[in-house]
């Protein structure tokens, strides 16, 4: 009787705790929530400008250039739209392209001055293809020393860091407005797909001139 009585008491205490293991453990999803504030993938080798585009520099001192993860990542289904043809002069801090999703779209600035030479006609805008086939144009910069103002390695890492410090400070900022904002997430962090759909007109302005402004 006292064996079996052991046994029992056994039993009864791996059941429970059992039990309350199952309820520690989250309940699954159909597929997770991707945040702004997940890490992003910043190739080394590449070099960002603060107002969020990239460059890719060439042995000839050509460079490719496009937008970065932090920006298309705030989009459901983004299309870009090239406003320069092969041939144009353009200068530092002029209109790119623009980023449109639905009814919201963000113009992206040249972070150098130079010459276009080709742009791409079919860029690949999703974050795992962005810096082999979602360039935007193949630039020959005026100076090369325009890069020297731009991050690099570990510099980029650190910056987009800040960058989402930055972010969820703007998003706050609408509600101290008494504006709409878009939800943030237990932890703070804000839900990344489609939030710039949760934009009005004028937070997409306000965006613009304090994320994608080229000093």
């Known amino acids: 009787m006292t064996v079996l009585f052991f046994v029992a008491m056994i039993t ?14 989250p309940s699954p ?22 107002a969020h585009t990239w460059l890719t520099l060439f042995p000839s001192g050509k460079v490719r250039v496009g937008v970065d993860s932090f920006v298309l990542r705030m989009m459901k289904n983004p299309e870009l739209v090239l406003l320069k043809s092969p041939g144009s002069s353009v200068t530092r801090g002029e209109p790119l392209f623009q980023l449109k999703d639905g009814s919201r779209t963000m113009t992206a600035r040249s972070p150098i001055d130079g010459e276009v030479l080709e742009r791409n006609e079919r860029p690949e805008m999703s974050p795992d293809s962005l810096f082999s086939g979602g360039w935007a144009y193949t630039m020959k910069p005026k100076r090369s020393s ?32 008494g504006e709409l904002a878009p939800a943030l997430m237990q932890d703070g962090g804000i839900s990344a797909e489609g939030i710039l759909e949760t934009f009005n007109d004028a937070q997409v302005e306000q965006f613009e001139k304090q994320f994608l402004r080229v000093e």
């Open 29 to 50: 999803v159909a597929s997770p929530v991707r945040r702004l504030g997940d890490p992003l993938r910043l190739p080394s080798g590449v070099f960002f400008s603060p």
């Open 12 to 25: 009864t205490f791996l059941a429970a705790d059992y039990f309350m293991e199952r309820r520690k453990k």
């Open 146 to 177: 325009d890069l020297t103002g731009m991050l690099l390695g570990e510099q980029s890492q650190a910056w987009i860091r800040q960058e989402f410090g930055r972010l969820r400070e703007f998003v706050a900022g609408f509600a101290n407005a």
